[in-house]
């Protein structure tokens, strides 16, 4: 039975220190590993004028008062991805940010409104490094934890062997008999039709207004992800074009993006790319994620004009966003994000 009193009661808190004296320490060997290594740590600004352009992510939304009286709308970003992609742009050739950063909807055992996201950037470098970052980091804070093995709920995994890599293709037709692709055409145009035929095969419902994206959400939900990350970590890579908005597409097969995942213990734990330049390009996938997220939600966020600008001086690049609360999760055994948050956001209920 979960104990009803605050977190900051001297016998909860006595509890929980444990692992938030070890969350602090992982945090400083990842700052030691990044600057090792040649990168430089930034700050970025938690309000924006735009908190990212992605359909099903919420933002805390605000407005700043000027001095002549009038009032600027911002919003609590939800990723510090365009300010450091800005920086890219600005000449930094390897940077990190460890953030604070809000979403709105979004609390449960692996979410909460506001948590602490790591992303770092690589000029120049393919996300194949990112691949490697990431095992030398779930290495890095098993050592740092003093643990042999992570855990979340009765899954297990070997922090300190090579993560499988397995591609969105593969994953979907390993374990869920589905030919993903066959769905897909070059540049990224879907066959809704075809798709549903395949998920109500594999045994999953359908309802007609479903779209294509939905259903793959479905079947990665529902087939894939309970599969991922046990044993050992796996980084599933080579989404389909549709669901990598940030990401260039893969030379060697245009119906994917260089997009990955990072899963531990059926957690996933990071999101990468080899990074979009085309600020065209990019505009168009950003609008066509907010039509979509006004379909479903009746609201739009505003592009970054400036973002989009940027973007057409930043070099190529590679970018990863890990969730680093969910990294000490992991770690420690815990069980719920806010174990390991020094202070968690109250929960009033009415």
């Given at each position: 039975?979960?104990?009803?009193?605050?977190?900051?009661?001297?016998?909860v808190?006595?509890?929980?220190?444990?692992?938030?004296l070890?969350?602090?320490?992982?945090?400083?060997?990842?700052?030691?590993?990044?600057?090792?290594?040649?990168?430089?740590?930034v700050?970025?600004?938690?309000?924006?004028?735009?908190?990212?352009?992605e359909?099903?992510?919420?933002?805390?939304?605000?407005r700043?008062?000027?001095?002549?009286g009038?009032h600027?709308p911002?919003?609590?970003h939800?990723?510090?991805?365009?300010?450091c992609?800005?920086?890219?742009?600005?000449?930094?050739?390897r940077?990190?940010?460890?953030?604070?950063?809000?979403?709105?909807?979004?609390?449960?055992?692996?979410?909460?409104?506001?948590?602490?996201?790591?992303?770092?950037?690589?000029?120049?470098?393919?996300?194949?490094a990112?691949?490697?970052d990431?095992?030398?980091?779930?290495?890095?804070?098993?050592?740092?934890?003093?643990?042999?093995?992570?855990?979340?709920?009765?899954?297990?995994?070997?922090?300190?062997?090579?993560?499988?890599?397995?591609?969105?293709?593969?994953?979907f037709?390993?374990?869920?008999?589905?030919?993903l692709l066959?769905?897909?055409?070059?540049?990224?145009?879907?066959?809704?039709?075809?798709?549903?035929a395949?998920?109500?095969?594999?045994?999953?419902?359908?309802a007609?207004?479903?779209?294509?994206?939905?259903?793959?959400?479905?079947?990665?939900?529902?087939?894939?992800?309970?599969?991922?990350?046990q044993?050992?970590?796996?980084?599933?890579?080579?989404?389909?074009?549709?669901?990598?908005?940030?990401?260039?597409?893969s030379p060697?097969?245009?119906?994917?993006?260089?997009?990955?995942?990072?899963?531990?213990?059926?957690?996933?734990?990071?999101?990468?790319?080899?990074?979009?330049t085309?600020?065209a390009?990019?505009?168009?996938r950003f609008?066509?994620?907010?039509?979509?997220?006004?379909?479903?939600?009746?609201?739009r966020?505003?592009?970054?004009?400036?973002?989009l600008?940027?973007?057409?001086?930043?070099?190529?690049?590679?970018?990863?966003?890990?969730?680093?609360?969910?990294?000490?999760?992991?770690?420690t055994?815990?069980?719920?994000?806010?174990?390991?948050?020094?202070t968690?956001?109250?929960?009033?209920?009415a």
């Open positions: 039975m979960t104990d009803p009193s605050p977190w900051w009661a001297p016998h808190h006595a509890d929980r220190r444990p692992r938030l070890l969350r602090n320490a992982l945090m400083a060997a990842l700052r030691a590993w990044f600057a090792g290594r040649g990168f430089v740590e700050d970025a600004a938690a309000l924006q004028v735009s908190p990212g352009n359909a099903h992510l919420a933002a805390f939304a605000t700043e008062r000027r001095a002549d009038t600027q911002l919003y609590l939800t990723s510090p991805e365009f300010a992609k800005k920086l890219l742009a600005a000449g930094e050739p940077l990190f940010c460890a953030a604070p950063v809000y979403r709105n909807g979004e609390r449960s055992a692996l979410h909460h409104p506001c948590f602490t996201m790591l992303e770092w950037y690589r000029a120049g470098e393919t996300y194949e990112l691949m490697d990431c095992a030398a980091i779930l290495a890095l804070a098993a050592e740092t934890a003093g643990v042999k093995r992570f855990q979340f709920r009765d899954r297990k995994a070997d922090p300190f062997f090579p993560p499988e890599r397995l591609s969105v293709a593969e994953a037709r390993l374990f869920a008999g589905i030919d066959a769905s897909v055409a070059p540049g990224g145009e879907t066959d809704r039709g075809r798709l549903e395949d998920v109500r095969a594999a045994g999953l419902r359908t007609p207004d479903d779209t294509w994206a939905d259903l793959f959400s479905r079947v990665l939900t529902d087939k894939v992800e309970p599969r991922l990350g044993g050992r970590a796996t980084i599933l890579h080579d989404y389909p074009i549709p669901e990598a908005a940030l990401a260039r597409p060697r097969d245009g119906r994917v993006a260089e997009r990955f995942e990072l899963y531990c213990c059926g957690v996933e734990l990071a999101n990468a790319f080899g990074e979009l085309d600020a390009e990019q505009r168009r609008e066509a994620e907010m039509d979509e997220r006004e379909r479903v939600y009746g609201e966020y505003p592009l970054d004009e400036d973002f600008a940027a973007l057409g001086r930043m070099p190529e690049a590679s970018g990863i966003a890990l969730g680093f609360d969910r990294l000490v999760m992991l770690a055994g815990a069980t719920r994000i806010e174990d390991v948050l020094w968690p956001v109250a929960d009033i209920r």
